[in-house]
């Protein structure tokens, strides 16, 4: 393989420079962390599930009119993806408490929310993340009031969505973390677009039945195999065959270099809604 120009290193993907104008290549490692990284593993397999798991949830998203920067897979652990400019704002929506709600307002793990929540964190690492208002957000110019609006309507979609998927193979959606970013058209025009990942990695998923968790809290707090639980839930969507790809800590790289790759049909078709407010061409 050719050298590749490494454009970012995160704690669970590389972006290479991507092989077409405007694309970057997102590379998903099997490095799983925890609590800022002062948890660290390296667990085989992980990133092909991750990879996978992710490219098909993008492409129902695409398939729902709500705008991603997947474009295709290049092999079991890399996607071509859209070069965006990350919107320095995660959120977090919430439809069962869990994780750092119970721990900073006292709430019982497990409660079900009346209805979801949406919170907003400052996407710094080296700050832990912090949890942040939109007054915040509109104060330190991160996002303006069309660009937070579009994300949160797109939020409440996925929300949506995910939840009746992930229950019809017997998951529950606990909460979920989404990052979006901002690409531009040649006149100026400003799209916002749901970017980094969807897996595991950063969604709580339980069982329906036994409230098992399939999540990376498995990693988090030693409930289980990681792999197991990732694999738990590939299965059910479908994406890998019955047992699995990882056995014994061994990925089957023949199997896992067999299966299909994912592409999304609608990369060149996508209608963006322009964000521009005084754009008279304002796109829907």
Not at 104 to 116: D, H, S
Not at 132 to 149: N, Q, R, T, V
Request: glycine fraction near 10%.
């Amino acid at each position: 393989m050719a050298r590749r120009k490494k454009l970012y290193e995160g704690k669970a993907k590389i972006l290479y420079e991507g092989t077409e104008p405007g694309t970057v290549i997102q590379y998903f490692k099997d490095d799983a962390t925890a609590f800022n990284a002062e948890k660290h593993d390296v667990i085989a397999g992980k990133g092909v599930l991750n990879n996978r798991i992710s490219a098909h949830l993008m492409t129902k998203l695409e398939q729902l009119g709500i705008p991603t920067h997947f474009i295709r897979s290049i092999n079991m652990r890399e996607q071509l993806v859209r070069s965006v400019e990350i919107i320095p704002i995660e959120l977090v929506v919430r439809n069962i408490a869990a994780g750092t709600l119970c721990k900073r307002l006292g709430i019982k793990e497990g409660t079900v929310m009346q209805r979801p929540l949406v919170e907003f964190f400052y996407k710094k690492d080296e700050l832990g993340d912090p949890l942040i208002s939109e007054e915040h957000i509109f104060a330190f110019g991160w996002a303006d009031p069309y660009e937070l609006e579009e994300m949160v309507s797109m939020a409440w979609r996925v929300n949506d969505f995910l939840s009746g998927l992930f229950s019809g193979i017997g998951l529950q959606l606990v909460d979920f973390k989404l990052e979006f970013g901002r690409i531009y058209g040649e006149n100026g025009e400003l799209y916002i677009i749901l970017a980094d990942e969807l897996s595991p990695d950063n969604c709580r998923l339980w069982d329906s039945k036994t409230g098992e968790k399939m999540d990376k809290d498995r990693f988090r707090f030693d409930l289980g195999d990681l792999v197991e639980g990732y694999q738990f839930i590939a299965e059910r969507l479908g994406l890998i065959p019955e047992g699995g790809i990882v056995k014994g800590g061994n990925i089957n790289e023949k199997l896992a270099e067999k299966l299909d790759l994912i592409e999304n049909e609608l990369a060149e078709k996508r209608k963006l809604r322009d964000l521009n407010p005084g754009n008279k061409n304002r796109k829907s």
